[in-house]
């Protein structure tokens, strides 16, 4: 240990468990990110003037679902007019947050803690659309592209593509 240092051993030791509990979430976020990113991007490809107009309006319509996951733009009557952090923003919160706990020799601020709470809620909401997205919106657009005589979505691309962004 660094002989500067005047954190205590338990004060290490509820750092390096909230930092491991921090870390686990903005892994699991990191992931859906990339994956979401890499739809995105496939998405962006198709997109496409000679496309059919209902294949143009589905992929829209995916694009649209994908921009409210990233963004939070959720509709929640008991929030209403409260800002709720998307996908993107609880990553970043995350990667944030870790910073300041891996970088002090203190117990953790409660400012950090509060956010780590907030961008938890709003990584795990995110998760769980961008799940929902691949189960349903994702099986309907690739039925779309079948239909218009196209390659449908890989979801082995993404996981490549994941597996790229997760190790730069």
Request: aromatic fraction near 4%.
């Amino acid at each position: 240990m660094d002989p500067r240092a005047t954190a205590t051993p338990q004060v290490l030791a509820q750092q390096f468990t909230l930092g491991e509990s921090i870390y686990a979430q903005l892994t699991v976020s990191r992931k859906a990110m990339a994956e979401l990113e890499s739809a995105e991007s496939q998405l962006k490809k198709l997109d496409t003037s000679d496309s059919p107009g209902s294949l143009r309006d589905a992929i829209h319509n995916a694009q649209a679902k994908i921009e409210k996951i990233r963004s939070g733009e959720h509709e929640s009557a008991d929030k209403a007019g409260e800002h709720e952090a998307g996908l993107a923003e609880a990553t970043t919160g995350l990667g944030t947050v870790l910073r300041i706990v891996e970088s002090g020799d203190r117990t953790a601020p409660a400012q950090a803690l509060q956010i780590f709470d907030q961008m938890k809620k709003a990584s795990s909401v995110g998760i769980a659309a961008w799940e929902a997205f691949k189960k349903t919106d994702l099986d309907a657009l690739s039925a779309a592209l079948v239909s218009a005589r196209r390659e449908p979505l890989k979801i082995t691309a993404i996981e490549e593509q994941v597996h790229y962004a997760m190790t730069r």
